[in-house]
């Protein structure tokens, strides 16, 4: 069985300040980790994945997370906040053994401000 | 370019009327899948597909709830009869094993009022 926590549902950042987005994972198998942004009214867009290989896994956007197995965390960065970066977040697992079953968190809120 | 396609985007109906809701996944993907969301329960995987055959339905209500593909360019989910608390963005997802890129992609959603 696998799981997500997030941790905060609201999370808010000036603009031009660093992004960080908290996700622990359980997992009973070696683990996919994904980061997804929802937008109001928009579906799921992909940020980043880490599938295995190496661990810091940059995505679209700026935003970067690091795999973390003694921690099992997935954290999600990004250095500098722009207005367009206030979504929805959402840190997914995917049990390596069963493509595409994606156990979501909750999701965290983002909002910006100048 | 390609993207998985849902209709309708909005739907509102009334309680016991039978809803249907469909999706065109990406050509080419052999996979797919069904998640609703609300406000309690989050993200929810109700079902998936895999060449057309269902490998699990295990969150989807049973007694109402039903989901097809008749070909592999239609996946359909119905409810009948549906009810107020069935209101939900309902999301479906395409994608292929094995291949270099592990994700799925996601329709923009049906979002459905039951009244």
């Known amino acids: 069985a696998q799981s997500v926590t997030q941790l905060g549902s609201h999370v808010s950042v000036s603009e031009g300040a660093l992004v960080l987005l908290r996700c622990n994972y359980s997992?009973?198998?070696?683990?996919?980790l994904f980061w997804y942004v929802q937008y109001p009214n928009q579906g799921l867009q992909l940020l980043l994945k880490?599938?295995?290989?190496?661990?810091l896994v940059k995505g679209i956007n700026g935003f970067e997370a690091e795999f973390k197995k003694s921690e099992t965390s997935f954290h999600l960065t990004k250095p500098s906040a722009h207005m367009s970066d206030a979504a929805e977040y959402f840190c997914?697992?995917?049990?390596?053994?069963?493509?595409?079953?994606?156990?979501f968190g909750a999701g965290t809120q983002v909002v910006v401000t100048p | 370019d390609a993207r998985v396609t849902q209709t309708p985007r909005h739907k509102v109906t009334e309680m016991g009327q039978e809803v249907t809701m469909r999706c065109q996944p990406i050509?080419?993907?052999?996979?797919v899948f069904w998640y609703r969301q609300t406000m309690m329960q989050g993200l929810e995987l109700l079902a998936y597909?895999?060449?057309?055959?269902?490998?699990?339905d295990s969150g989807m209500p049973k007694d109402r709830f039903s989901a097809e593909m008749p070909d592999a360019t239609l996946a359909t989910l119905k409810i009948q009869p549906s009810e107020p608390r069935d209101s939900a963005v309902y999301f479906c997802?395409?994608?292929?094993?094995?291949?270099?890129?592990?994700?799925?992609?996601f329709g923009q959603g049906t979002r459905l009022t039951v009244v």
């Open positions: 997802a395409s994608g292929s094993p094995g291949t270099a890129n592990t994700e799925a992609f």
């Open positions: 997992s009973s198998v070696p683990p996919y």
């Open positions: 880490y599938t295995t290989g190496a661990t």
């Open positions: 997914a697992v995917s049990e390596s053994d069963s493509w595409g079953k994606l156990q």
């Open positions: 050509l080419g993907h052999n996979t």
């Open positions: 597909f895999r060449n057309r055959a269902p490998l699990d």
